[in-house]
């Protein structure tokens, strides 16, 4: 299938916590969802309100920055948060135990470009990036596999 894409501009944090709890209610196990962008797009903001809307019990969702790891039980199935960043080679993509997380588990992935060869190609890629305002970004969504459609298309709609 053809790449896709939909892209929109994220007004304040507040809208991007909107867009984020959308698309969580919608993920299911195996569902990769790639976050990019600079230093301060706001990749860890996004996962941070995504998981706490379907988190099973109320828990602090800290940035993985050093953890580069960290999983939740969540109401859609276990979630994996990752920041990449630090990744030392790829290698420590198996050892985490990511490639595994990618089949079973819901996973979102901040610094994706560290994943190589292993990042998934059916998973939705989300680009953030600054806009002319300090609280605006634009997101960009881009995906080949048939699964996102449906999940975009409700953005779209909201
Ligand atoms: N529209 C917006 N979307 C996301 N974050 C925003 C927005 N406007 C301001 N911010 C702020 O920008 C910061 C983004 O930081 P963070 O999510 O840690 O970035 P990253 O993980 O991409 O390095 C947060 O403090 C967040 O509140
Ligand atoms: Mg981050």
Redesign the pocket.
Known sequence: MACQTFSLL????????RYAQTLGATLRPADVVL?E????????????QLIQSILTDPEDVP?PTFTLVQSYETTRGTLWHA?LYRLSSVFEVEELGLSEAFETAICLV?WPDRLGALAPPDALTLS?SP?DK????HLTATWTAQRWSDPIQSWAAA
């Open positions: 994220l007004g304040s944090a507040d809208e991007t916590a976050l962008g600079p230093v301060g797009a706001g990749k860890t903001h996004f996962a941070r940035s920041d901040e953030f806009a300090e609280e605006a970004r």
